[in-house]
């Protein structure tokens, strides 16, 4: 097991959670296992504003802090691009997100991404088409979320919980988790909401939404 990782300011990154390991040394040593790291060590935040104008059209602005694993994943990624191509690969993102988006900006920081002393992060200015709908009576909105596709949480159990059972426990490379806060204003003249899904919590043994 080799802890070195260019990107992740940690010894062990969380994709090396839960590896039986030996440590090296005269006298002979046990066999060890590394520790998981909890998820929310592991976790994308964002903060999310913006507003929805009376053509349904939306404009936000993102702040992403990546944390642990994730920190490392979107770290490398935009290491190992060429400065001309890291908005088609941020736009690719936000795309998936959000159909139709337009990316307006994008700042990532630290400037100098092998700076590990600085945590990631990025902003983001969005426009979104079409977040509202005029009804005869009514406007129905469509909740511009950036978190979708953003982060470990987002992609971890991708193509691998289409079964209806399992024969042997799931394995996943990382814990993750993902947190978005979204505030919106609308610019349409919205009166009193006819209708608000209830909110639920979903706990399991090894995650919760």
């Known amino acids: 097991m080799d802890p070195t990782n260019e990107t992740s300011r940690d ?6 959670g ?25 976790i994308v935040e964002i903060e999310t504003a913006g507003s929805v104008g009376k053509d349904g059209t939306a404009y936000l602005k993102s702040e992403i802090s990546f944390g642990g694993v994730n920190d490392g994943i979107y770290r490398g990624a935009f290491l190992r ?12 993102i936000v795309a998936s997100s959000l159909k139709g988006a337009e990316l ?3 700042e990532i920081k630290p400037e100098n991404l092998h700076d590990m002393t600085k945590p990631l992060h990025l902003s983001l200015s969005i426009k979104v088409p079409e977040c509202s709908f005029e009804r005869k009576t009514s406007y129905e909105l469509s909740i511009p979320f950036v978190s979708k596709a953003i982060g470990a949480a987002s992609f971890i159990l991708s193509g ?5 059972k399992r024969k ?7 814990t993750a988790a993902v947190s978005e806060r979204l505030t919106l204003n609308l610019d349409f003249g919205a009166g009193v909401p006819v209708f608000i899904p209830d909110s639920s ?9």
Request: aromatic content about 14%.
């Open 18 to 42: 839960g590896k039986s390991f030996l440590v090296a040394c005269p006298e002979g040593e046990k066999l060890k296992v590394s520790p998981v790291t909890p998820a929310t060590d592991n």
């Open 104 to 106: 307006i900006s994008f």
């Open 201 to 209: 919590e979903i706990k399991g043994k090894y995650g919760y939404f």
């Open 81 to 92: 691009r060429k400065k001309d191509m890291m908005r088609p690969f941020i736009e690719r």
């Open 11 to 16: 010894l062990m990154p969380s994709y090396l």
């Open 168 to 174: 042997y426990p799931l394995e996943v490379f990382s």
């Open 160 to 164: 691998e919980t289409s079964l209806e």
